[in-house]
């Protein structure tokens, strides 16, 4: 079949319901209400694997942000929100997993269209996860108490504490997960009574932009509680951390940018919270089962394109396994069908954007440069205008290379091998980097495992897998990977303040 043919088949293959969504044109919501730009500004959205433009979605500025902070400072100050009890609250947070759910295959084809993700990767990781972070968020709701301390004073006194919401919450998500990132911010800031204005990022608006909609439709949530819009992060993202009324802002994205967020959260010293850049290592030791080690690597190095956050960018393996280890996972890499996301035969998609294709191409240049060896892929496919690069490894590497010091955010991995090092060497060599947000180690002994979970500087330590969500597991980073954690009760702690009130008897 001629390429252009199928990927107009593919995307003649989308649900009816998200057809009529593109063509009338994705909104934002605003108190309560679905509206297009003040300035009417708007933003093609792409589809990475064929480069053309699907819709285009409102482009957010300064006057949009403002009317959507000052709804949601209504909404917070003024409106039934606070008012609602816990278990009010809850249920209207359990409703948002219910629509998702039931919407699921709808987004799916959205993210997959948006981001270019393969939909089987969609249907089977971003929308549970999404619609399951609501349910799981929801039951919390009941369940936030203070506490009542014993003061050592010299009078008779009781004292107690309240936790209460931090206020308005302005959160800015990434392209890579779009309705997953949007789920892990919502659900917890509306869980503990705060109101939210997110912005999605411009790149993938199409899934956030779909849940406002159902939002209004579907949802029974004050007007203000829950605002949603989209744009640039000069012209959306910088007026939303810099605004007044926001008492807090939650960020994910790139380091870089979240030291300009910081930056802009000074004025009112606005609580930030921040999920950044990441570079894992993922150590096999010469015990590992290679069985399990090899699809365990590869999965976590070329899951979602590699553009994670958590991807296994580093690999060391012992000398011994090494060459058997790289020869089972470039085998598995080069039989990695590569194609556009709506296709359910794909396993990996293209990368999201032009800009994205040209940053990873460029770290692949520059590893050949500085004396790497390309294993596997380092090309794109062949007769398609899509953004798409082959799961490529790099050996033959060492520290002082910018493909093993930077975040590449791309199917791009570099190999290096180990000798009987001890494991505070193995470490230091882990955790050399500013980053420390994952890792993985491989290792059929408990006790190296468990040791070595205790020495690398990261938030999350995956032993024998790599990837492994759920919405009960605090997420987050060390180091330059960011502040607060997302998902578990701890996420509650980033939307929270706790008040002491104390009363002489």
Same mark, same amino acid.
């Given at each position: ?56 979605? !409102? ?8 009317? =959507? ?77 203070? %506490?009542?301390?014993? !003061? %050592?004073?010299?009078?008779?006194? +009781? ?31 509306? #869980? ?29 949530? !004050? ?19 810099? +605004? ?5 802002? =939650? ?14 959260? #000074? ?38 394109q590699g553009q994670v956050c958590?991807?296994?960018? &580093? ?17 598995? =890499? ?14 990996? *998609? ?96 408990a006790s190296v495992a468990h040791k070595m979970a205790k020495?690398?500087?990261? *938030? ?10 759920? $919405? ?12 607060? &954690?997302?998902?578990? $009760? ?7 303040? #706790? ?7």
């Amino acid at each position: 079949m001629d390429k252009k043919v199928e990927d107009e088949t593919l995307e003649a293959s989308l649900a009816p319901a998200i057809k009529t969504y593109l063509q009338n044109g994705p909104k934002f919501l605003i108190d309560g209400e679905l509206v297009t730009a003040k300035a009417g500004g708007m933003i093609d959205v792409r589809n990475p694997a064929t480069a053309q433009v699907v819709t285009k979605v !409102p482009e957010a500025r300064s006057e949009d942000i403002d009317a =959507a902070v000052k709804s949601a400072r209504k909404a917070f100050d003024e409106g039934p929100w606070s008012r609602m009890t816990a278990a009010e609250r809850g249920k209207l947070v359990y409703k948002l997993g219910e629509i998702i759910e039931r919407h699921a295959e709808e987004f799916a084809q959205l993210e997959s269209l948006d981001n270019g993700k393969p939909i089987s990767e969609a249907r089977a990781a971003d929308i549970p996860v999404s619609y399951n972070t609501f349910y799981y968020m929801a039951g919390w709701a009941t369940k936030i108490a203070g %506490s009542t301390p014993s !003061p %050592s004073v010299p009078i008779d006194v +009781h004292s107690y504490t309240l936790r209460e919401p931090v206020g308005v919450v302005g959160q800015i998500i990434p392209w890579n997960f779009p309705l997953m990132m949007a789920a892990w911010k919502l659900a917890p800031a509306l #869980t503990a009574g705060c109101t939210v204005v997110l912005k999605a990022a411009e790149d993938t608006p199409l899934s956030a932009l779909r849940l406002a909609e159902l939002i209004v439709e579907e949802a029974d949530f !004050p007007p203000g509680v829950i605002n949603i819009v989209t744009g640039y992060g000069e012209g959306a993202g910088a007026p939303l951390a810099e +605004h007044p009324l926001v008492d807090k802002v =939650a960020f994910t994205g790139s380091t870089e940018v979240g030291k300009l967020i910081v930056k802009a959260a #000074t004025g009112n010293l606005k609580r930030v919270t921040l999920e950044l850049g990441g570079k894992a290592p993922t150590i096999v030791f010469p015990d590992a089962d290679l069985d399990r080690a090899i699809p365990g690597v590869t999965l976590g190095s070329f899951f979602a394109q590699g553009q994670v956050c958590v991807a296994a960018t &580093r690999i060391y393996a012992h000398k011994s396994v090494f060459d058997k280890l790289m020869d089972g996972v470039s085998e598995a =890499a080069a039989n990695i069908k590569v194609g556009p996301g709506l296709d359910p035969t794909s396993q990996m *998609g293209p990368l999201v954007s032009a800009d994205q294709l040209q940053r990873v191409s460029g770290y692949v240049d520059a590893g050949r440069e500085e004396g790497a060896n390309v294993l596997v892929g380092g090309e794109g496919l062949q007769d398609s205008d899509g953004y798409f690069l082959k799961p490529t490894i790099l050996t033959n590497a060492n520290s002082d290379m910018r493909v093993v010091r930077e975040e590449i955010f791309g199917p791009v991995v570099v190999a290096q091998a180990f000798g009987d090092a001890e494991l505070d060497q193995l470490a230091a060599e882990a955790n050399n980097t500013e980053y420390g947000l994952a890792a993985s180690v491989w290792t059929q002994n408990a006790s190296v495992a468990h040791k070595m979970a205790k020495r690398i500087k990261a *938030g999350t330590i995956w032993l024998n897998c790599h990837h492994v969500f759920d $919405p009960s597991l605090p997420f987050g980073g060390y180091k330059q990977s960011g502040w607060g &954690r997302e998902n578990g $009760p701890d996420a509650l702690e980033n939307y929270l303040e #706790t008040k002491a009130v104390t009363m002489a008897l």
